[in-house]
């Protein structure tokens, strides 16, 4: 069964048109992990909460922002979404110790036209 | 500035012969490096990963070299199988980060019958 599950896959938007992207979890881990994947290039780390302490990484657009309501679900919101925002999402967890492997979700693709 | 590279986009093994990946880092930092598979509309799959006190690490046909004075990590996969063609993904974390991983850009192994 999934533990990381996110959803939609697929997402269209329109330039400029606030979009929310979800991910939910099935295990209750501490951190979860929002990334950004563009084609071709390394998965690049937007934000992320221990718990429901968020941190932001220091060069992660205003345009991008986060919310955690419970355990299980963190949502991404883009607030106005431009060409450039078009990538993969990754949502990822992890339990929260030092040493960790993070298990990810399968993604939703974005898409703006 | 890239901290984990990936200098290889490309692999192309014969089935039943060994694939090398290779990893450069350059973060003195890093203590905890990763080895993630992604197919195609999936996200990454953890694969293997190796603390910096250990120089191998080895799990079935799939097996990763730490070289800390070199600053790279290598993944040995043997015998290679077609199901392996996927994009390899090395990833660090550093000391003092919260398990926060920094990818390479991938290596897209293909597995020739």
């Known amino acids: 069964d999934a533990m990381v599950i996110q959803n939609p896959r697929y997402q269209v938007t329109q330039f400029g048109k606030p979009v929310t992207l979800s991910c939910s979890q099935t295990?209750?881990?501490?951190?979860m992990y929002w990334y950004q994947q563009k084609s071709s290039q390394a998965p690049k780390l937007l934000f992320h909460?221990?718990?429901?302490?968020?941190?932001n990484e220091a060069d992660t657009p205003d345009n991008f922002q986060s919310r955690r309501p419970n355990t299980s679900f963190c949502f991404l919101d883009i607030r106005s979404p431009g060409l450039g925002d078009a990538a993969m999402y990754l949502c990822?967890?992890?339990?929260?110790?030092?040493?960790?492997?993070?298990?990810f979700g399968p993604g939703t693709r974005l898409l703006v036209l | 500035d890239q901290q984990v590279k990936q200098n290889s986009p490309s692999l192309s093994v014969q089935e039943g012969r060994i694939s090398i990946l290779n990893c450069d880092y350059t973060?003195?930092?890093?203590?905890?490096f990763l080895w993630y598979k992604k197919y195609p509309a999936e996200g990454p799959t953890f694969l293997i990963s190796?603390?910096?006190?250990?120089d191998k690490n080895e799990d079935g046909r799939f097996t990763v070299f730490l070289n800390k004075s070199a600053k790279h990590l290598s993944l040995h996969i043997v015998p290679s199988q077609p199901g392996d063609s996927a994009v390899y993904f090395c990833a660090a974390s550093a000391r003092g980060s919260q398990g926060n991983l920094i990818f390479g850009k991938g290596t897209k192994l293909s597995v020739k019958p």
């Open positions: 909460y221990y718990d429901k302490d968020f941190n």
């Open positions: 295990l209750n881990h501490n951190v």
């Open positions: 190796i603390s910096s006190i250990k």
């Open positions: 990822a967890i992890a339990s929260g110790g030092r040493i960790e492997t993070q298990y």
């Open positions: 973060n003195s930092m890093f203590d905890y």
